[in-house]
């Protein structure tokens, strides 16, 4: 029985890709941590180390918007491509994409 890894390999090796890109929403995050710019930055640094990718650099995090948009971003180069992560205070939504060459 193949599982859902081995079909995404296999579909990987079929179209010959060059990378796989994933876009993750999250809705109703803690507040406390996605206004938190030092949690941001830790969350990033997990997620590479989860992930397997090697950081490259080190972790950026700006906080910038208006209105209802207002929120921290961060952007962190991995030595396959990068993460992006962005978080939006007025809604407790975080919206993460990942690129990957490996």
């Avoid at 941001?40 to 906080?63: Q, T, W």
């Avoid at 180069?77 to 994409?97: M, P, R, W």
Wanted: hydrophobic content about 40%; proline content about 1%; overall charge negative.
């Amino acid at each position: 029985m193949s599982t859902q890894r081995d079909l995404i390999k296999a579909a990987y090796s079929r179209e010959n890709a060059w990378g796989i890109s994933t876009a993750i929403d999250i809705h109703g995050c803690n507040p406390a941590k996605i206004q938190d710019e030092a949690t941001i930055k830790r969350f990033i640094y997990e997620l590479c180390d989860f992930i397997k990718m090697k950081r490259y650099g080190d972790c950026m995090v700006v906080r910038f918007g208006e209105g209802d948009m207002i929120g921290y971003s961060a952007v962190q180069l991995i030595e396959t491509s990068l993460i992006s992560a962005h978080f939006v205070d007025a809604t407790s939504d975080g919206y993460i994409d990942i690129f990957s060459c490996k």
